[in-house]
């Protein structure tokens, strides 16, 4: 069990509660196997980059925004962990936006789709959102993929322009880039296929990302696409930061 | 389930093994709630590493060898990931040195305990190993430590003079320094506490470690205690290796 300190500015306190959210979401069976190990590769990255949001990925967050708002059929694609991090977080993103929600998982059975779905229609009903969750019932294929993780619903993911898609796995992201779709991603990790293919690429952690643009919505601020941004410019920012980071405390 | 490839020479095949072996050890009752984001943050600086053993962390290895060889009583402490990860490995390298092995885990409970002295008595007996394996009765305390995480055996951990403890907690690390003692550890993150307190870092993938030191035994080297040896040196050595990974792949 973890132990989550009761102060909330406990250094430690983010990162325990997100370990303690995980370890919650694997009772209820939404996670795979392999989600907790690769919570543990996010949470090196977040302490080399200094568990914060550096503002390379700030700026990457309001474009991203910028791109889901003026998208004509945005759609944020989730998968175990990202449910288990922030789900009443992204319901609450997606409600604001005003467009669906997808479960879309690596590794799909019955049994983790009825708890995903499970989990955010009680989120949705406690907290009053009004967001419509698919992924129940697949009815297209992203083409290139192999096997059920190719499955995603026809008026959600596969008709999409503009997909929020938090922890996304590297042939997923390239498959959904090669529709021709605005990818927006969420990986710590700068060197990541996913985080070098994406359109726009917050190397940052999903929750903080999550919460950033929750509170510009919030105050009412609308970004604006910016015909400046340079993916790989942010990805350098975020592989600078790292390699200081690694100088200073040497 | 996570799948491993048939082919030894598949580039992602160690990974993967290793993977395999803790999802049994979780089967089995073996890890902490912990031990699979512990992995994860391994992978990570693993990968920053490029997965391989470099040059500095073999002379670490050789360094903890000598040490381990010239001790009046050396240990081995185990913790759930290590028995996972190489117990079978670690048998053999107490059999070659003729140590004994503790189990000394930081989340101890009965059936923890049990699962892991069940499994490497399994494996001492499948591979007629003579190892003693310590922890089941804890009769002394590391001092300067609080709780069931203090517990350790008279004539094993306490009395040691030069101790290998893989994958160790930044405090019992410095509370066994302070006791002393040699303290030789294997920690994937040159920055971690651990790593920057104990008395040789080998800042390597665990399985790797233990198959450098058996191969060396096997061959029979027997390496020398080198009075030039700095394992700051070495530490700085595997930062400046990251930082050449993350400006090489930019």
Do not use: W
């Not at 129940?136 to 596969?158: H, Q, S, Y």
């Amino acid at each position: 069990m973890v132990e989550i300190a009761a102060d909330p500015t406990h250094p430690r306190y983010q990162s325990l509660l997100m370990r303690h959210r995980l370890e919650e979401a694997e009772k209820k069976g939404m996670l795979a196997g392999s989600a907790l190990i690769a919570h543990g590769r996010g949470e090196a990255y977040d302490y080399l980059l200094g568990e914060q949001s550096i503002p390379s990925a700030k700026a990457a967050t309001k474009q991203a925004l910028a791109h889901l708002l003026s998208a004509h059929h945005p759609v944020i694609s989730l998968n175990g962990n990202a449910v288990a991090l922030a789900g009443k977080e992204l319901l609450h993103l997606a409600d604001q936006l005003g467009c669906p929600v997808e479960i879309n998982i690596f590794y799909r059975t019955p049994e983790r789709m009825e708890a995903l779905i499970g989990h955010l229609t009680q989120l949705k009903v406690e907290h009053s959102l009004d967001v419509e969750i698919l992924g129940a019932e697949p009815d297209a294929r992203i083409p290139g993929l192999e096997g059920p993780r190719a499955n995603c619903v026809k008026r959600g993911i596969f008709d999409s322009d503009v997909l929020l898609v938090p922890l996304e796995d590297g042939d997923r992201c390239e498959a959904l880039m090669a529709m021709g779709k605005t990818v927006l991603v969420i990986d710590l990790n700068p060197l990541s296929r996913t985080a070098q293919m994406a359109s726009v690429t917050m190397v940052d952690e999903l929750s903080r990302v999550v919460g950033n643009m929750n509170r510009i919505l919030l105050s009412k601020e609308r970004p604006k696409v910016s015909e400046e941004y340079l993916n790989e410019s942010s990805l350098q920012d975020a592989l600078n930061h790292i390699k200081d980071f690694l100088t200073k405390t040497d």
